[in-house]
Each structure stands twice: as C-alpha cells, then as structure tokens.
C-alpha cells in the first residue's frame, strides 16, 4: 500500500485512541450460521441497525433453513425500505445458506470446528455470493482465525482518518491491516472498529464552510429588505395624513 509507513503510525494512533475504555464484549453466539446471518447484515451498515434487522427477521422465519427457502424480496421487506442495500444482501444470504445446504445437506457449518484455519478460510470464502467482509467475521468470531473484516465504509473512515491509503481497495486493505494487527488483539481491534464507525454515522455532518457563508451573506440581505419595508410604511403613513 501507498505511504503504508504513515499509515501504519497514524492507525496505531487511532487503535489506542478507538480501543480504550470499550464495554464488555458480546457474547459470541455458539452456532456460526447466527453469526453469519449477523455479519451479512452488519456489512455497510450500523450496530443497532444490524440487530433490530436480525430481530425483524428471526420473528419471520421458524429456524434458519426457512430463512434459505425465503425469498430475497421477502427478507428485503422484512428489514424495511431504509436498510441499506437491502435487497442485494438478502440475494447474498439466500445464495450463501443454499450453498451451505448443498454441501452439508443441513444449515450448519458446524463441521468446519473440525477442520484445520486454512480449509476454514478456503470453505467459507468460496461459498456462492459470500463477502469477504463476512467470511472474515465469521473466521475472526467463530473459529479463531486472524482476520480483519472490512467494507467500504470502514475503508472511507480510515483513510478520513489517514490510517489507509486513498489508493487502497477492500482486498488489498484487509490483507494489510492483518499484518499489521496482531492475531491477539484481531477481536478487540474489530469491535473498536466497529463501535468507532458506529459514533461517527450517529453525528451530525458538520456544516461546510460554503453553507457557512451563505447563511452569514443572507443576514445583511435581511436586514436591508427590513429596513426597506420599514421606509415604505413610513412613506405611506406620511402620504395619508
């Protein structure tokens, strides 16, 4: 990556800033489809979103196999007209848990607990309409893989922030701040991650200096049209007496 020696100080700046003082994780869910279904839906998206979408969903369907025979336009209903590429992300899932079936003729990956990190990785980022931002949550939460989940969205935080490139994509960019994050700090840099994205979607955009000066320039406008209307009314006050 570009200027990765800048950027590499200035996200080490950032991970102390971000990291400090996070509250207790969540527990992990024991069933990895849960935490695959959650990761689907917390890709380009906000926390609390994430979680009343999962809530709208699993009040829908009976188990996670009536989840994979729901149709995308249905789940898309499901999370509502405002969640964020929601149509494409219930296509995505719908593609993934079919795909799942088909190897395991059941919704579970629960024989992957078998298998050694790497074939790991190898399954799950081949599964039919999978993300890379998934599979790394999934591999970082559920089978102890080091992996660093990134979407576009932490992409444009971290280059804001200086700690990226401009010139880096997702892939290239993962791959990257694997290497530098280490594998024991993967998990806590995840959810600083995510708790920092998370406060910066909840504020306000701040005012840009353009509109700043527009609404200074409109003041003395307003103050000339009062004192227009003043002189008129005083003109015809003279005129009918």
Not at 8 to 25: D, Q, S, V
Not at 108 to 117: H, I, Q, Y
Not at 118 to 146: D, N, Q, T, W
Request: glycine share 4%.
């Amino acid at each position: 990556m570009k200027n990765a020696s800048i950027c590499a100080r200035n996200l080490t700046t950032l991970l102390k800033k971000i990291g400090g003082a996070l509250p207790p994780r969540p527990p992990v869910p024991d069933d990895p489809i849960e935490v695959l279904v959650m990761s689907f839906l917390m890709w380009e998206s906000a926390t609390e979103k994430a979680a009343a979408g999962y809530e709208a969903i699993m009040k829908q369907v009976v188990d996670f196999n009536d989840l994979r025979v729901s149709m995308p336009h249905e789940v898309a209903g499901w999370l509502g007209p405002d969640y964020p590429r929601a149509l494409d992300r219930a296509q995505r899932l719908r593609a993934v848990l079919r795909s799942i079936y088909l190897r395991e003729h059941a919704v579970s990956l629960d024989r992957l607990r078998k298998l050694g990190k790497r074939e790991v990785r190898k399954y799950l980022e081949s599964l039919e309409g999978i993300l890379p931002y998934v599979a790394a949550r999934v591999m970082l939460l559920c089978f102890g893989a080091h992996a660093v989940p990134v979407d576009d969205q932490l992409r444009t935080r971290l280059i804001q922030a200086g700690a990226a490139d401009v010139s880096a994509e997702v892939p290239s960019l993962a791959a990257w701040l694997t290497r530098q994050i280490k594998a024991e700090d993967g998990l806590q840099s995840h959810y600083a991650f995510q708790r920092w994205i998370d406060e910066l979607a909840a504020k306000p955009e701040p005012r840009t200096a353009k509109s700043s000066k527009r609404s200074s320039a409109a003041k003395p406008a307003t103050k000339k049209r009062a004192s227009a209307a003043k002189k008129t009314v005083a003109t015809r006050t003279a005129g009918d007496g």
